[in-house]
């Protein structure tokens, strides 16, 4: 029997706490219970947040008007919420998860596994800093990722959506997560790529930046799908370069080619950058973001710095025309007009490497 | 010396031209003069519309407002505009492409070399007839394609986009059309896969279909990721499953995840099936048909049709869940809700048979 508990209960960690909840029910391998680790809150009302969720089965501050499922059981104890767990579901904001993983350490099941839903790494000098790795790495257990074309919102809502499980060895436990996850209106496939999967969902943040400018210089369709291909092929090349294992196939999964159209359709990234295009890059993205998304800091300006970091001390940086261009762009060195000012021997280079 | 002749002066025609008169000009292998064969037409004022080009450099009637280049001479009659050329450009509609080759057949140097812009072949109960294949045999040259992400109307303002070129076995010659149509707004790839290009070029349309529903449902970014997704990975299945040597690299170019963005975000087959959803299928495509397009048909909803024939001949139904359903809802055999419907074990058939 599988005992499972979501870490996380934000918008996205309440959706999928809704779809493992549907699924545990439903399948006898499973304990019908699912825990929910709550960050305890004060509601305005003077409730607690877990008292709620436990009385009305739903998170009223972050997935308001949405049943999550009578088994589902907030729990403001992180150490008591994986009490007896085997399956450990990682679905907080990302600058959480080192301390949590301290908290846990020594505290969980020897034979847990861990599944992290967490997008936005940090890319450092060294190389990528794989959640997933953190996770095994701090606690000593296998972890695979969850990642998709996933608003969090639509699912909520049951409308037709995919996801990608990337593990890396335990076949069976990737399995296991399918079987978790997938609903009739949630289709969940997995691969054995976890570094693919989880860079898809990191880096594509920093192409919907260069989407966003094709938007605010009005330069229509044609422009906008060649943006988004050679940034699909460059995360696809600098995933290769940092992780050999690295498999093509893996960007053609919801993870790849699905959650890059979402996240250069609608998302903050996209929009953020088409209303810096269309200042001229006039207004800083400091002033924008302070402005438009209450001074939280987008990620995907953030991912293209730390990309060019790498790719700076590596001397990579013909390589990823693209990559460099948000960067250049983002910081104000150059124009947002720029962004399709991409070299023919640069992107050669890009053809030619990511052929190899 | 290369001598180019373009077989058709429609608005993707002429952006052609315009393309390849700017590259004869600059380069010395090629004979500065491009004749465009124009299918003759009088103008509402009287005049041939070769003569207007001619005085011009402009097409007003397909694609006004645009300088084609002093060194694009249009002529109207076949033969003549072919004479001494070796290498040609097919890019006429494609009901047009064997009677003109009929029309060519031992008038052309037995050197020449083709290539065709022409998307839309026929998916015939044998297989695909690639208009690629067709100008081989009946002229008895090489023929490669140019496909992608490549709204003429964008183009010919010199807006940045992208475009693949499928070769056959002759990478020399598929080195001189990419140098042909190569610009600094206009970036060209070859690849060794005709096959697998051409197919992008009409696949894409049934996809589009799919995304139209989805957007008359208004079903949101998630789902239309998943759709668009689900329909490059049933177009890279049923390209390998009809030829072999199709190689998946080929649907990460311009012609692949890039023309299938473009085709799916606006586009008319997109519009028309996006019309048909929201009216509950309640209104047939003839008659949207009739209304939204003057008439004319939708490539998208023709070729699903005759995916659906090979599928169902070939026993290969189940393994395209996408195409099939895009077949069912355009005939009005259920609802266009059921594009979500995709049953789970459907998919994993896709993933498990395009993993091969």
Not at 264 to 283: H, I, L, P, S, T
Request: with cysteine; proline share 3%.
């Amino acid at each position: 029997m599988y005992k499972v508990t979501v870490i996380g209960s934000g918008n996205w960690g309440s959706v999928a706490a809704k779809l493992i909840a549907c699924n545990t029910v439903r399948l006898d391998s499973f304990h019908d219970e699912v825990r929910m680790w709550v960050f305890e809150e004060k509601l305005p009302s003077g409730e607690k947040l877990t008292d709620v969720i436990n009385k009305t089965n739903e998170n009223v501050k972050y997935l308001p008007g949405i049943k999550l499922g009578k088994n589902v059981v907030a729990d403001p104890d992180l150490e008591n919420a994986v009490k007896g767990a085997n399956m450990l579901v990682f679905v907080t904001p990302h600058q959480f998860v080192e301390g949590i993983c301290k908290r846990l350490a020594g505290k969980i099941r020897a034979d847990a596994e861990g599944i992290s839903l967490i997008k936005g790494m940090e890319v450092k000098k060294e190389g990528p800093s794989l959640i997933s790795n953190l996770i095994t790495k701090q606690l000593g257990i296998n972890c695979s990722v969850l990642m998709g074309a996933n608003i969090a919102n639509e699912i909520a809502m049951e409308k037709f959506s995919e996801a990608t499980v990337g593990y890396n060895q335990n076949k069976s436990a990737a399995d296991r997560w399918v079987q978790l996850f997938c609903t009739p209106y949630f289709n969940v496939t997995a691969v054995q790529d976890v570094e693919g999967v989880e860079l898809c969902g990191t880096l594509k943040n920093a192409v919907a930046i260069a989407a966003g400018f094709v938007d605010g210089l009005e330069m229509g369709n044609n422009t906008k799908a060649a943006i988004m291909r050679i940034g699909l092929k460059e995360m696809m090349t600098f995933s290769k370069m940092c992780f050999p294992s690295v498999k093509d196939s893996t960007f053609f999964e919801s993870c790849g080619v699905a959650d890059l159209i979402t996240t250069c359709m609608g998302g903050r990234n996209r929009k953020v950058a088409d209303a810096y295009a269309r200042n001229g890059g006039k207004r800083s993205f400091d002033e924008l973001e302070a402005e438009m998304l209450q001074g939280q800091k987008l990620q995907g300006v953030l991912t293209a710095k730390e990309v060019h970091e790498v790719l700076s001390s590596r001397g990579w940086l013909h390589i990823f025309p693209l990559f460099s261009a948000v960067h250049a762009i983002s910081t104000g060195r150059l124009p947002p007009s720029a962004i399709v000012k991409i070299s023919e021997e640069n992107l050669r280079h890009v053809q030619l490497v990511s052929s190899l």
